[in-house]
C-alpha cells in the first residue's frame, strides 16, 4: 500500500517506456477509469476523477511540457493489486 509521505521525483524513460504509459494514460481518460502506474519504483492508483493539466514554461533558454495529474489523496480510493496491469 502507497503511503502518503512527500515524495518529489522525477524520472527518466525510454521512449517505449513513456508510449506505454501514455497510451494507458489515453485509454483510462477516454474510458473514465482509473489506472495503476509505476513511477520511479513506487506503484499506485490515478482515480478516474483526476484533474488534467497541460503546462508550458519557457526561459534560461529552455522549454518545457508538463503533462499533470492532480487529485486529493483521500478520493484516490482502494490501491487493491488485483485490478489490471502497472505500466
Not at 29 to 40: G, P
Request: proline share 2%.
Amino acid at each position: 500500500m502507497t503511503g502518503t509521505a512527500p515524495r518529489d521525483v522525477e524520472r527518466v524513460y525510454s521512449t517505449a517506456d513513456v508510449v506505454a504509459k501514455l497510451r494507458r494514460l489515453a485509454d483510462a481518460l477516454e474510458s473514465e477509469t482509473s489506472f495503476r502506474i509505476q513511477i520511479a519504483g513506487e506503484r499506485f492508483r490515478v482515480p478516474a476523477h483526476a484533474q488534467f493539466s497541460i503546462e508550458h514554461e519557457r526561459g534560461d533558454g529552455e522549454e518545457e511540457v508538463e503533462f499533470q495529474l492532480k487529485w486529493k489523496i483521500e478520493e484516490a480510493g482502494s490501491d487493491d493489486d488485483s485490478e489490471g496491469a502497472v505500466v
